[in-house]
């Protein structure tokens, strides 16, 4: 079991972490087409209004990051064309010692709950590789249903949604 799972905005020198782990083979693997794209320190300090780039820790050490999208508005329109009250969320551990052990199924809880403070947000929205079985066990463990398959570039996901609870 892990230990206190807390999160906190990510800084700028988060970005070394973010690094490292982009490297990892798993997290290669979750999402191929992306590996070495992003420059973490500059979005990061991009602090734009549509997203927020979130450093799970354990104990104070961190293990994951979790992105967090408000899909409708975000520039590039990856999700296309989405209501309002949405969130789209991207998650990963950083490194193997700190999978299986339940941190994921932590740090999604804390992803929701704040996702879920906010009174206009419906649903949360994710995106795992349709040929990611684990993923996507994981994610119906938490309650994501899934909603339709969709290509994103070149990436042949699984788009599951999670509302709001009752």
């Known amino acids: 079991m892990p230990g206190s799972i807390t999160w906190r905005k990510a800084r700028p020198d988060?970005?070394?972490?973010?690094?490292?782990?982009d490297?990892?083979?798993d997290?290669?693997?979750?999402?191929?087409?992306?590996?070495?794209?992003?420059?973490w320190r500059a979005?990061?300090?991009?602090?734009?209004?549509?997203s927020?780039?979130?450093?799970?820790?354990e104990d104070g050490r961190p293990v994951g990051v979790v992105c967090d999208i408000d899909p409708a508005l975000e520039e590039t329109h990856y999700w296309g064309d989405c209501e309002s009250g949405l969130r789209a969320l991207d998650i990963w551990i950083g490194e193997a010692r700190d999978r299986g052990r339940g941190v994921g199924a932590?740090?999604?809880?804390?992803?929701?709950a704040r996702a879920f403070a906010?009174?206009?947000?419906?649903?949360?929205?994710?995106?795992?590789?349709?040929?990611?079985?684990?993923a996507i066990r994981f994610y119906?463990?938490?309650?994501f249903r899934p909603v339709e398959r969709r290509r994103f570039g070149e990436d042949d996901c699984l788009v599951m949604r999670f509302d709001r609870p009752a």
């Open 140 to 143: 119906e463990r938490i309650g």
């Open 27 to 39: 997290v290669i693997a979750s999402n191929p087409n992306d590996v070495g794209r992003t420059d």
């Open 106 to 112: 932590q740090m999604m809880r804390l992803a929701l």
């Open 43 to 50: 979005e990061i300090e991009r602090n734009d209004p549509f």
């Open 14 to 21: 988060d970005a070394r972490f973010l690094e490292r782990w």
């Open 118 to 134: 906010d009174p206009a947000v419906r649903a949360v929205i994710i995106d795992p590789l349709a040929s990611n079985a684990r």
């Open 23 to 25: 490297e990892d083979p």
């Open 52 to 57: 927020e780039i979130l450093i799970f820790e």
